[in-house]
């Protein structure tokens, strides 16, 4: 993998903040968009844009093309079996919501449970306490081991023949950890319950075979892999999916509509009401095109090696605290410095050009869990290097002295 032709492809980069060269570490909120993502969604704007599944015209024709083509390279690259698995939706979130909206909701009832971990981001979190409230199930939490990290023998003796709906991330937004997704839902699956993915921080940054999995529904987004805002996906089994009562209701989502009832089109249709988003679905495709091209095995290792760089150089700071397993870190670096404030920490290296994420990182229960209120993040893609790094380094070792000085 070539980072320095890779990073002519980013037009963002190549800037200066606060007077120094940009350094983004920022790419586990949102990464940035290659050249050919930008241009994509501009051809289709300028060319080929109009609504979708709607009139004979050519125009709705290519827009149509151009969305379930997009539909489609989603389906290849999750190794879906076909792309009626795939529902397009704003993003993560919205389609963990969907799963807990239709099918949780519809399947829990009082005693039932839903297993869960301390460490979910909330948008994994939030719509589970919410079903729970709703129909009397249990939430209940893995527990994690001292690194952070869950033991299958903690699944084994938290999932039971009452749990409906397990859900995990397959990689930590803040201890950068990956979780064993198929054993867990192996184990879901013995026990009648189905497995849900949340795929936010792995769909960017490795190989992601849903069939090997063995998972029931795969939530992932756009932003987050190359490609725009506002579009992501929910992969579910086509049987699930198509005995699933849909959350929004209108145009396009309908079979045959009558004054006091109606009925539903198979997934994905069903739970596509109105017009979609379709310059970000076309977005969505070229980022896969651009992701694909390099290969996620590239990416994977790349990633790999700036974490564990970025680790073994930040250890070296005086005081810096690491959050996280030692091993097998994916694209991300969680820490505090003494007791500097996280916001404080990225307001100095911001003036320096570096921008990292400071905060709870939607993960309130995993900041207690951690015993902090917030942390500072440093999270890698295709695109950074290891002198990234060094900047950020040099960054924390002026803070720290800027502190230091402070205080006496
Ligand atoms: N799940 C995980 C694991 C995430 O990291 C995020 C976003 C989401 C779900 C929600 O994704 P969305 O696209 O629907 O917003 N995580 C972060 C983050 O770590 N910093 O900013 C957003």
Aim: negative net charge.
């Amino acid at each position: 993998m070539n980072t320095s032709e890779i990073r002519k492809l980013f037009p963002i980069l190549h800037q200066e903040v606060n007077g120094h060269p940009l350094v983004y570490l920022d790419s586990g909120a949102s990464s940035q968009r290659p050249i050919s993502v930008i241009e994509a969604m501009k051809h289709y704007e300028e060319f080929d844009h109009s609504n979708v599944h709607r009139g004979v015209h050519t125009l709705g024709s290519r827009a149509t093309e151009a969305y379930e083509g997009a539909r489609a390279k989603v389906a290849r690259f999750l190794n879906a079996s076909s792309e009626e698995e795939i529902v397009f939706t704003r993003g993560t979130t919205t389609a963990l919501n969907l799963v807990a909206g239709s099918y949780a909701r519809s399947v829990c009832g009082e005693g039932d449970e839903i297993v869960i971990t301390p460490m979910e981001h909330h948008a994994n979190l939030i719509p589970w306490q919410q079903v729970a409230k709703a129909t009397g199930a249990t939430l209940k939490y893995i527990p994690l081991q001292e690194d952070g990290s869950i033991s299958l023998d903690d699944v084994e003796k938290t999932v039971t023949d009452r749990t409906k709906v397990v859900s995990v991330t397959y990689v930590s937004n803040v201890l950068g950890l990956t979780n064993p997704i198929r054993e867990i839902a192996a184990i879901a699956h013995r026990h009648g319950a189905v497995m849900v993915v949340d795929g936010a921080q792995s769909t960017p940054h490795m190989k992601v075979d849903v069939q090997e999995l063995d998972c029931d529904f795969y939530a992932f987004s756009g932003h987050k892999m190359c490609g725009p805002t506002g579009i992501g996906a929910l992969y579910g089994k086509k049987k699930l999916l198509n005995n699933m009562e849909p959350i929004e209701f209108g145009g396009e989502m309908i079979d045959f509509v009558d004054l006091q009832d109606s009925t539903w089109k198979d997934a994905p249709s069903r739970f596509e009401a109105g017009t979609p988003m379709i310059a970000s679905a076309v977005g969505l495709g070229a980022a896969i095109d651009f992701l694909e091209q390099i290969g996620m095995d590239n990416i994977a290792a790349h990633d790999r090696k700036l974490a564990l760089y970025a680790q073994n150089r930040l250890s070296e700071i005086e005081g810096i605290t690491i959050y996280g397993p030692k091993e097998n870190r994916t694209g991300l670096v969680t820490f505090n410095l003494d007791d500097v404030h996280p916001h404080d920490l990225s307001t100095v290296v911001d003036s320096l050009g570096i921008a990292i994420r400071a905060g709870h990182h939607c993960c309130q229960p995993l900041m207690r869990w951690l015993g902090v209120s917030s942390t500072a993040r440093a999270s890698f893609y295709l695109y950074n290097t290891e002198e990234d790094i060094d900047r950020l380094v040099s960054a924390l070792l002026h803070t720290k002295e800027y502190f230091d000085h402070g205080l006496r």
